[in-house]
């Protein structure tokens, strides 16, 4: 795949943490993706992993804090910032729910022209871009 990835929320924690949870090829792909910098993920997924760490659906063996710190300087995957274009234009997704982090990851993804890495069926399933799960 020579397009920029995006990944989902999940999808970052899984790959850095717990890489055995993916689908067979999809570390491959990364990885190649990454060694090329075309990797990334939204500036809202830090927060949004933040904010299920603390609600305690999400747990790391380190410091919440420590593992986005250190998740965050892993070369090759690049942060989207979230900027303006990408906040207007995630409030006019037609999605099947509000979750804003969703709203956000996938505006990104259209702004960037990337493939979003994602398991949830339900963004895979939006028409106005590409997906991919293993």
């Known amino acids: 795949m020579k397009e920029p990835l995006l990944l989902d929320t999940h999808a970052w924690v899984w790959y850095?943490?717990?890489p055995e949870v993916l689908p067979e090829g999809l570390v491959r792909t990364?990885?190649?993706?990454?060694?090329?910098?075309?990797?990334?993920?939204?500036?809202?997924?830090?927060?949004?992993?933040?904010?299920?760490?603390?609600?305690?659906?999400?747990?790391?063996?380190?410091?919440?804090?420590?593992?986005?710190?250190e998740a965050l300087r892993v070369r090759g995957i690049g942060v989207v910032p979230l900027e303006a274009g990408i906040a207007v234009e995630a409030a006019y997704l037609e999605l099947p729910h509000p979750d804003p982090a969703d709203?956000?990851?996938?505006?990104?993804?259209?702004?960037?022209?990337?493939?979003?890495v994602t398991k949830d069926e339900r963004l895979r399933g939006?028409?106005?871009t590409r997906s991919f799960w293993g």
Request: aromatic content about 10%; charged content about 25%.
């Open 16 to 18: 850095l943490a717990s």
């Open 126 to 128: 939006y028409a106005k």
């Open 30 to 69: 990364l990885d190649e993706a990454r060694g090329r910098e075309a990797l990334y993920i939204s500036a809202i997924t830090p927060w949004e992993v933040a904010v299920l760490s603390r609600k305690g659906r999400i747990a790391f063996s380190l410091e919440p804090r420590r593992w986005l710190a």
């Open 103 to 116: 709203r956000f990851i996938l505006a990104t993804a259209l702004r960037l022209g990337a493939v979003l």
